[in-house]
């Protein structure tokens, strides 16, 4: 597969709740996690006071995009109910959405109600969705209703069995298979502004990983934005030995590598050093255009 095989329009912008966020130069997503137990920074913020004062953080250092989770989402994690996700995630879209009016929000859930109650209640602008709809089969509907930019990932699995043995005969075709059937399917909903999310880490081994990365190239096949989230994760820590805390370095090195692959958004926990990342590239001409 190659660009030009692709029947998709290449969209260069999405729209989200009518502000456009232009992805002709690739844009960082500043996580902000509000669960206890998230594989690096849970339990971080825990007052409305640190997490107002993090978010801030994130949008100085050039945020384009703030992601909020309210489920921890690492291998073997435990899944709260849809009434503690919303516990965690209510206040914080609030308090987040009044203090930052302007700021792009996307909310990380694969729970359809939790979709349509950020969005329509509480301000979300983008749904970033792990399973791709296959946890919630009402998921697609819902985005199609309320008509934002939905972010689909590929995982082999659920987070409390993706990493048990995924098992792939060749992971970049399946990936791209699997995708590509979720797009047809949102396209016939009348679905627009979708993001696409080969999914590192979520049911995949470090060499399924490194081949997704070393042919992320392929995803370009849908003309559609490419999400990379390789943030401070295993795959690095297990090439270089060290724990989260120690993996700024390899994940400076892999967000190098997405961007000159075609990524346009990078997901993570350091924004600054993702966005000096952008920056250089662009200035020596090795962005995603």
Do not use: W
Not at 42 to 59: A, D, F, Q
Not at 177 to 186: D, G, Q, S, W
Not at 208 to 232: I, Q, W
């Amino acid at each position: 597969m190659t660009v030009k095989d692709t029947v998709f329009e290449n969209k260069k912008n999405i729209n989200c709740r009518g502000k456009l966020l232009d992805l002709s130069t690739p844009v960082v997503m500043g996580i902000l996690n509000v669960t206890p137990d998230s594989f690096y920074d849970g339990g971080i913020n825990k007052s409305e006071k640190e997490i107002l004062l993090h978010v801030e953080k994130m949008l100085s250092e050039g945020a384009a995009i703030i992601d909020i989770g309210g489920v921890s989402t690492r291998p073997g994690a435990r899944i709260p109910d849809i009434k503690e996700e919303l516990g965690r995630l209510t206040p914080m879209l609030k308090i987040i959405r009044k203090k930052f009016p302007d700021t792009i929000i996307s909310v990380d859930t694969f729970r359809s109600e939790v979709a349509k109650i950020s969005v329509n209640d509480l301000g979300a602008d983008i749904i970033n969705d792990i399973s791709a709809g296959s946890m919630d089969e009402k998921m697609f509907e819902t985005i199609a209703a309320i008509q934002v930019p939905y972010i689909i990932m590929h995982m082999q699995g659920t987070p409390e069995n993706m990493q048990k043995n995924p098992v792939y005969n060749n992971v970049v075709q399946e990936v791209v298979k699997y995708l590509a059937e979720k797009v047809n399917h949102l396209r016939t909903l009348g679905v627009h502004d979708i993001i696409i999310d080969p999914g590192f880490g979520f049911g995949k081994t470090v060499k399924h990983n490194y081949e997704l990365m070393t042919k992320l190239d392929h995803f370009k096949v849908f003309g559609l934005p490419v999400l990379a989230g390789v943030s401070r994760k295993s795959m690095i820590n297990k090439v270089l030995g060290c724990k989260p805390e120690g993996a700024l370095n390899g994940t400076t090195v892999l967000n190098t590598i997405a961007i000159m692959k075609g990524a346009s958004i990078l997901r993570v926990h350091d924004v600054k050093e993702a966005v000096e990342v952008v920056g250089i590239l662009v200035r020596v001409g090795c962005s995603s255009e």
